[in-house]
C-alpha cells in the first residue's frame, strides 16, 4: 500500500510560480512512475506530467510543456511539480499519483492518487 500527500497549493498571480510537493509512504518507492493530473471545476481530470521510475523521462501536456517541470527524489520518497509562468486557466486541484507500470498519461494507469491541493491563478 502507498499513501500520497501533496502540498504546495495556493493562490498566485498569473505568470507567478508555485511548486507542488508530494511525499509517498512504503518501501517501493523507487519501483513507481508517478505523475500529475489536475482538475478544474465541471471538468474531467486531466494528464499534467508524468515520471518514469528511473526519471530517465519525463512527459508533459502540451498545455504546461515549457512551463512545468516534474521532478523526483528517490531518496526523500518524493515527487515535485514546479509550475511556471502561472496562467488563470491553470487554476484546479492538482492531484500526486503512482503506478506500478512504467509511465501513463491516463488515470486508469495509476494505483495510487492523493487528496489533491488546489492551485489558484488570479489574473
Known amino acids: 500500500q502507498v499513501q500520497l500527500v501533496e502540498w504546495g497549493g495556493g493562490l498566485v498571480q498569473a505568470g507567478g510560480s508555485l511548486r507542488l510537493s508530494c511525499a509517498a509512504s512504503?518501501?517501493?518507492?523507487?519501483?513507481?512512475?508517478l505523475g500529475w493530473f489536475r482538475q478544474a471545476p465541471g471538468k474531467e481530470r486531466e494528464f499534467v506530467a508524468a515520471?518514469?521510475?528511473?526519471?530517465?523521462?519525463?512527459y508533459y501536456a502540451d498545455s504546461v510543456k515549457g512551463r512545468f517541470t516534474i521532478s523526483r527524489d528517490n531518496a526523500k520518497n518524493t515527487v515535485y511539480l514546479q509550475m511556471n509562468s502561472l496562467k488563470p486557466e491553470d487554476t484546479a486541484v492538482y492531484y500526486c499519483?503512482?503506478?506500478?507500470?512504467?509511465?501513463?498519461?491516463?488515470?486508469?494507469?495509476?494505483?495510487?492518487w492523493g487528496h489533491g491541493t488546489q492551485v489558484t491563478v488570479s489574473s
Open positions: 499519483a503512482a503506478s506500478y507500470g512504467d509511465y501513463g498519461f491516463n488515470i486508469y494507469e495509476y494505483n495510487y
Open positions: 515520471i518514469r521510475r528511473s526519471a530517465s523521462n519525463t
Open positions: 512504503g518501501r517501493t518507492f523507487n519501483n513507481l512512475a
